[in-house]
């Protein structure tokens, strides 16, 4: 069936105002744009309007900053002017091999906040250098001051420079006590003892890793020597930082230069990227307020509160232990993807860098969340004769893998910062030293044996009462410790057992084919076999590592026996008999036990510029004020930190 036809038809309708036409008014604009928003669908109006206030929100938002960009445009060139004060330390005796050192050009800089040596204070105005100018003229008239008035005026030099002690004030949190300024040590090779031809060898051998470093590697973590190229961990600049102190100790004015400029203009602490808490903190923070501490350079304190700052958020835990993990950029934390546990050494190896960083900014909040880590240490139950398992969780605040106990990995620097903390602030925090004691008597009872043939006294772990005779490379930080703390008064016992324990380090490299020692050793204990040293091929490896070194430089330190210098000199050499590449850099290797092939694994560890050629070169001296041990501490990193007067 069809339906009925349809007819068309045209409907016309007139307004009552008759003969009005289309004139383009605001009224009939008005009328049209409205008919063609009514047309529209409500999810079109929806997303219209909505785009819209978002856009209106995002101009409210960037107007702030769009005004101090317009702002810092109109004085952006002098600012330019201001970012290259000069550092110049020196020291008149280099290698031969050095390149030649030119001195840096001076650029002028606002009078700001001033601190430490004069010479980083010498971007004076035409009147004040005219001023100085004619004070100078009037001392040179009057008779020259006697020893006494040169103490009273306690003027002291660096590398030649003549440097007023900085007006540094101790910044205890919580604490009431009167607080009297330190002033800058005295770390002159030049002034009171020449560099001796094992300290130049040293200065050559850093020139020679920092030329690879340099050429291959310039503002990356790590160099690759033999494939000529790096790796990156953190994209932080590890090698650099790692090496700042280093260079100002060896005097090397213009590698030190280039590399603060590098700190200056390129180092990005705001870049998105997941950094290890304690490596970070250790290696650049600690690097940071180091070679403040020996400048007074501005610069670096700047760069070392940023950074402090970001690494804040580690400590948003429900335990206040810290996540292992944290992303610098965007201020997030996280434990490590496998598990919520940290180790124990890399929540309470940070303490002496962040104390610091308080101290030197006055700001509380570093020091009060690292010391909250140590006050629940020190309550926790699980602990055997002082001696802590090596993993805490970081949601209960409790340890875990309890019964396994060690000096080496994950625990180490635990042991070795107890004692370094009461040492920083002036040997007054009591829980500090008890756990450290407790330490020591647990280790002594519980961990110490003596190998077989030769009765080498070594540390060895229990796991669930089960004494393993592994020792790392790691533990041999402990003779230094041991040393350092009978140094500040501590029991005689201790420098025994330090003397013990240092002999069995050196043996480590000793009793190996290249002279060098492996990562890990088993010692034996049958009186049958020929060697008080196994290495399994696991463990062969060597990375460049610092800790004998370390506790030779305590050692001839606090006893002035020479054989310690002796086998630093003999570690030194194999060093550069093995792991030297010819083309810039050092490398570590994979097997120790073979003299022909040592295997390079093409990795110079940051720690070699930053720990290993120090203390290599702070023991061959024989200044014993360069660098005092008993006005500075080395961090876990060998970065230095001022003890606190008070």
Known sequence: MYSPQRRDFISVTLGSQAGRNYDNSKTWRRQS?????????????????????????????????????????????????????????????????????????????????????PFLQNRLSKKEKEETKIRKEENEAEAIPDDKDKEQNNMISWHGMEIAPGSVTVALPNSKQEKKPMSHEKVNAKETATVNEQQKAVIEAFQHAWKGYKQYAWGHDELKPISKTYSEWFGLGLTLIDALDTMW??????????????????????????????????????????????????????????????????????????????NIGRGTAHPPRWTSDSTVAEVTSIQLEFRELSRLTKKEKYQAAVDDVMKRIHRLGGKKDGLVPMFINTNSGQFTHLGVYTFGARADSYYEYLLKQWIQGGRREADLLEDYLQAIE????????????????????????????????????????????????????????????????????????????????????????????????????????????????????????????????????????????????YTSINNVRSSENPEPRDKMESFFLGETLKYFFLLFSDEFNLISLDKYIFNTEAHILPIWTT
């Open 33 to 117: 744009c409205w008919r063609k928003w009514k047309q529209l669908s409500r999810l079109q109006r929806s997303l219209i309007a909505f785009l819209f206030v978002f856009m209106v929100f995002c101009g409210i938002a960037a107007y702030p900053n769009l005004s101090e960009h317009w702002q810092a445009d109109e004085g952006r060139e002098g600012q330019l002017k201001q970012v290259k004060p000069v550092v110049v330390p020196a020291l008149d005796v280099l290698s031969p091999k050095a390149p030649s050192i030119s001195q840096p050009q001076k650029l002028k800089r606002p009078n700001v906040n001033k601190r430490g040596p």
């Open 249 to 326: 100790i060896l005097g090397l004015k213009q590698e030190f230069e280039e590399a603060r400029k590098w700190v200056i203009n390129e180092l990005n602490l705001g870049k998105s990227v997941d950094v290890n808490l304690f490596e970070t903190t250790i290696r650049i923070l600690g690097g940071l307020l180091s070679v403040y501490n020996l400048t007074g350079d501005q610069v670096f304190l700047d760069k070392a509160s940023e950074l402090g700052d970001r690494l804040m958020p580690a400590f948003n835990t429900p335990s206040k232990i810290p996540y292992s993990d944290v």
């Open 442 to 585: 647990g280790v002594k009872k519980n961990l110490i044996r003596k190998s077989e043939p030769n009765k080498l006294t070594f540390v060895g772990e229990l796991s669930h009462n089960q004494f393993s005779p592994k020792m790392d490379h790691l533990v041999c930080f402990l003779p230094g410790t041991l040393a350092l703390g009978a140094h500040h008064g501590l029991s005689a016992d201790h420098m025994e057992l330090a003397k013990e324990l240092i002999e069995t380090c050196y043996q480590m490299y000793a009793q190996i084919e290249t002279g060098l020692s492996p990562e890990i050793v088993h010692f034996n204990l049958s009186p049958h076999n020929a060697k008080d040293v196994e290495v399994k091929p696991a463990d062969r490896h060597n990375l460049l590592r610092p800790e004998t070194v370390e506790s030779l430089f305590y050692m001839y330190r606090f006893t002035r026996d020479k054989k310690y210098q002796d086998w630093g000199w003999e570690i030194f050499q194999n060093f550069n008999k093995y792991t030297r590449v010819d083309t810039g850099g």
